[in-house]
């Protein structure tokens, strides 16, 4: 084999790998927004993905949410740090909800308690 052809086939193992390791929105319904008020009860500022853990008090009780966001890079471009929220916090979070029902969905905007809203870009 050739040492352009070996070349070849690497980058195209190491493309395929970095495609594998991203996944596609396709668990989310994206056609719907749901928005959620509640409590922050974790902020996590981690690769590959940020997350926010959220009770949500409904009629029936306190539901636990999981909200999937981008990456940090992504999200300092939308005004995010890592202490624009903390455990406490009472926000307003639009997502797109889970396909399957369950308490999750991936990041649009959040209103913070002061009113200052921030986007960013969902999961990359």
């Given amino acids: 084999m050739n040492m352009k052809r070996i070349a070849t086939l690497i980058a195209v193992f190491f493309a395929g790998a970095s495609l594998a390791a991203h996944h596609s929105p396709v668990m989310f319904d ?5 928005t959620l008020e509640g409590t922050v009860v ?6 590959p993905h940020s997350s926010i853990q959220l009770d ?3 009629a029936n009780g306190v539901e636990r949410w999981g909200v999937e ?9 939308g005004g995010w740090r890592n202490n624009s929220v903390k455990p406490g916090d009472k926000v307003t979070v639009a997502v797109h909800p889970l396909k399957s029902g369950e308490h999750g969905g991936i990041f649009m905007s959040i209103t913070l308690a002061d009113g200052r809203r921030l986007g960013g870009r969902a999961a990359e």
């Fill in 42 to 47: 974790e902020f996590a500022w981690t690769n």
């Fill in 30 to 34: 994206m056609t719907k927004t749901q």
């Fill in 56 to 58: 949500v008090q409904t």
């Fill in 69 to 77: 966001m981008g990456s940090p890079n992504s999200m300092v471009k």
